[in-house]
C-alpha cells in the first residue's frame, strides 16, 4: 500500500529469504520480484528527496511483524543490513532495510533473558546491552543457529540506566549512553561511557559529559533521554534519539553540539538508530497504538 500522504511507503515486512527455498520456485519468484519492486521505488524516493533536501518526509515505513513488537537497537552491517533484537530474550533479527524483508533469526545459547536495549558490530563481534550495563559478546549466527557467548559486566549499572550502544571504529571503543544518571553531580548532563576494546576488567571507562542544556538549546523538552545511538559514518558524529522526548541530537567525540531538534510526528517509541554509508536515517519504533515499525530517511549531517 502506497501511503497517500508524503512519501512513506508503508508495507508489511515480509519472512526470510531461506523460507523460500521450502516454497515452490513461482512463490520465490515473486518474493524476488517485490523486492526489486520495493528497491527500485525507494530509490525513485531518494531522488525525489534529494530534488527537495527541505522536505523531511519519510522515504520507507516497513511494519514489522509480531515477534518484533518490542524491537529495539539497531546494528548496521557492512552490506547495509541491519541486526535488531526484542528486549526480554537474546533473539537476533537480521532486516533489509531498504525492501522491509526479514531475512534470518538467531539465538543465543540458552536463550538468555534479559532487558536488552542496544545492539552494534565491532568488527567480526556482536554486542549485546542489558539496561544495567551489561555485555554479550558474539558472532553472527546463520538463520535458527543457537550462538555461544562471553559475558561481560562493565559495573556500571549502579550509575546509569542504559538504552544504547555504538562502535567507535576510529577510537575502538564501545559508546554507552546514559538514559538516567544515578550520580547526583551528573545529572544536569548527557553521560556517554567509552569502553575500550578488548574488553578489560580492570579497565575503568572513560566518560564524556555534555551540559544538558546545551543538549537541549532552543528546544521546549526539559531534558533528552538517550534511547539509542549511532556513529555517522561520514563524519564520526554521534547520532543520539530519545523516546521520551521523541528528539534527535547530533554531538561531536569532543562534546560539540552540532545540532538538536524534533523526531517526524508519527514516531511513538523510537527505540533504534542507524546511519548508512549512503546517506540514509533509519529508525525502529517499538509497538504502542501502532505496530512496530522501521522508518527510513534521507539522513543529512
Known amino acids: 500500500m502506497i501511503a497517500a500522504r508524503g512519501l512513506a511507503l508503508l508495507l508489511c515486512a515480509l519472512p526470510c529469504t531461506t523460507a523460500c527455498r521450502e516454497t515452490s520456485e513461482a512463490k520465490a519468484a515473486q518474493l524476488r520480484e517485490v523486492e526489486a519492486t520495493r528497491k527500485q521505488e525507494l530509490a525513485r524516493r531518494i531522488a525525489l528527496a534529494d530534488a527537495n533536501p527541505t522536505r523531511r518526509a519519510p522515504l520507507a515505513m516497513w511494519i514489522m511483524p509480531p515477534e518484533l513488537k518490542e524491537?529495539?537497537?539497531l546494528a548496521l552491517k557492512p552490506d547495509g543490513r541491519v541486526l535488531t533484537h526484542g528486549?526480554?530474550?537474546?533473539?537476533?533479527?537480521?532486516?533489509?532495510?531498504?525492501?522491509?524483508?526479514?531475512?534470518?533469526?538467531?539465538v543465543l545459547d540458552g536463550e538468555p533473558h534479559g532487558d536488552f536495549e542496544g545492539i552494534t558490530i565491532a568488527g567480526t563481534d556482536v554486542y549485546l546491552l542489558e539496561s544495567n550495563g551489561k555485555l554479550f559478546k558474539f558472532r553472527e549466527g546463520a538463520d535458527g543457529a543457537h550462538v555461544p557467548f562471553t559475558e561481560y559486566d562493565?559495573?556500571?549499572g549502579k550509575e546509569c540506566e542504559f538504552e544504547s550502544v555504538a562502535f567507535e571504529p576510529d577510537s575502538s571503543r564501545l559508546l554507552m549512553a546514559c538514559k538516567r544518571v544515578a550520580t547526583k553531580s551528573l545529572k544536569d548532563q548527557l553521560v556517554i561511557y567509552r569502553v575500550q576494546l578488548p574488553i578489560s576488567n580492570s579497565a575503568r571507562?572513560?566518560?564524556?559529559?555534555?551540559?544538558?542544556?546545551?543538549?537541549?538549546?532552543?528546544?521546549?523538552?526539559?531534558?533528552?533521554?538517550p534511547s539509542d545511538m549511532a556513529i555517522d559514518p561520514t563524519t564520526g558524529n554521534y547520532v543520539l534519539i530519545?523516546?521520551?522526548?521523541?528528539?534527535?541530537?547530533?554531538?561531536?567525540?569532543?562534546?560539540?553540539?552540532?545540532?538538536?531538534?524534533?523526531?517526524?510526528?508519527?514516531?511513538?517509541?523510537?527505540?533504534?538508530?542507524?546511519?548508512?554509508?549512503?546517506?540514509?536515517?533509519?529508525?525502529?519504533?517499538?509497538?504502542?497504538?501502532?505496530?512496530?515499525?522501521?522508518?527510513?530517511?534521507?539522513?543529512?549531517?
Open 71 to 73: 524491537i529495539s537497537g
Open 87 to 106: 528486549d526480554e530474550v537474546g533473539i537476533i533479527s537480521e532486516v533489509d532495510p531498504k525492501s522491509g524483508f526479514i531475512l534470518k533469526r538467531f
Open 154 to 156: 562493565t559495573r556500571l
Open 205 to 225: 571507562p572513560t566518560m564524556l559529559a555534555v551540559p544538558m542544556d546545551v543538549v537541549v538549546g532552543a528546544n521546549l523538552w526539559k531534558h533528552f533521554h
Open 242 to 301: 530519545a523516546s521520551e522526548e521523541k528528539a534527535l541530537a547530533v554531538i561531536t567525540p569532543d562534546g560539540t553540539v552540532v545540532r538538536s531538534e524534533p523526531l517526524p510526528a508519527h514516531h511513538n517509541q523510537a527505540e533504534g538508530v542507524a546511519v548508512t554509508k549512503d546517506s540514509i536515517l533509519i529508525v525502529s519504533d517499538e509497538a504502542t497504538q501502532k505496530p512496530a515499525a522501521i522508518t527510513l530517511y534521507r539522513w543529512r549531517p
